[in-house]
């Protein structure tokens, strides 16, 4: 049987999403619920690694067991055993055609960023913060270079083990309500590290640093030393990948709306 979870995290306090030798990861801490709910080891796959400090709102995985159980078992068990700042939101049960990454049609990010003369305080870890006013339409004139297929080698890291640096960045939205900005990144797939690499250009030319002309520069460069330094990942969501509907998973979880 293929189990399907979606799972939600703060990743603050785990090395990023994929198992590590030191255990402390989210892969690490759910296989670990995972194995005391069924009583046997179970193993699982992501559509999209995170890294340190990501958050998740819909981290879509799959494993496959023998074990049987209701979905709402797999969620209130698992559930037991994880710590407080992770989450399995839902259950569903797919036929082996279903994989978690590889059937994934594209994935989405969310960046939550303060604009404040102060840092922010209740909100730490959970938002990027920006000290410098920030100027909407300079960012959405810039961001619109980089929408489509492109080599984002200018925005990848060196550690990235992507294959190809070329992917389809197909829409950013830049919003704002009141101190908070929204920045929305919806691609077939992602870098690593390219969405805290766009920020740091983005935010550059927001703040009048750099010109919206420099960002499509960068990009055509494939340099990633001619890029902004890299952004803090604290106000960085994986909003979840997205699928055919004949799968019938979740593109979207409660936890969407809390968002500013």
Not at 77 to 106: M, Y
Not at 166 to 178: H, P
Not at 216 to 240: I, M, N, Q
Request: net charge positive; proline share 4%.
């Amino acid at each position: 049987m293929r189990v399907v979870l979606g799972v939600g995290y703060r990743g603050q306090a785990y090395h990023g999403w994929q198992s590590q030798p030191d255990g402390n990861t989210v892969q690490d801490k759910l296989e670990h619920a995972l194995t005391r709910f069924a009583d046997r080891p179970l193993r699982t796959l992501c559509a999209g690694r995170t890294d340190t400090g990501v958050h998740a709102l819909n981290q879509v995985v799959h494993l496959d067991t023998e074990v049987e159980r209701v979905a709402s078992s797999w969620v209130r068990g698992t559930n037991r055993f994880l710590p407080h700042d992770i989450a399995v939101q839902w259950c569903r049960f797919a036929d082996r055609s279903f994989h978690a990454r590889n059937s994934a049609l594209g994935r989405r990010y969310v960046y939550v960023l303060l604009e404040s003369a102060v840092r922010p305080a209740v909100e730490a870890g959970s938002v990027g913060w920006s000290f410098r006013p920030l100027d909407a339409a300079a960012m959405q004139s810039a961001a619109r270079c980089l929408l489509g297929e492109h080599d984002f080698s200018a925005f990848r890291s060196s550690e990235c083990q992507a294959l190809s640096a070329v992917k389809t960045l197909r829409s950013i939205d830049i919003s704002r309500r009141g101190a908070y900005w929204r920045f929305e990144f919806d691609a077939n797939a992602f870098l690593h590290h390219m969405v805290r690499n766009l920020m740091g250009c983005l935010v550059a030319v927001g703040s009048g640093a750099r010109s919206a002309v420099w960002l499509a520069d960068v990009l055509a460069s494939k340099e990633r030393s001619r890029a902004a330094p890299t952004f803090p990942a604290d106000g960085l969501y994986f909003t979840g990948p997205y699928y055919d509907p004949v799968h019938a998973i979740p593109q979207r979880t409660a936890a969407l709306d809390w968002l500013p």
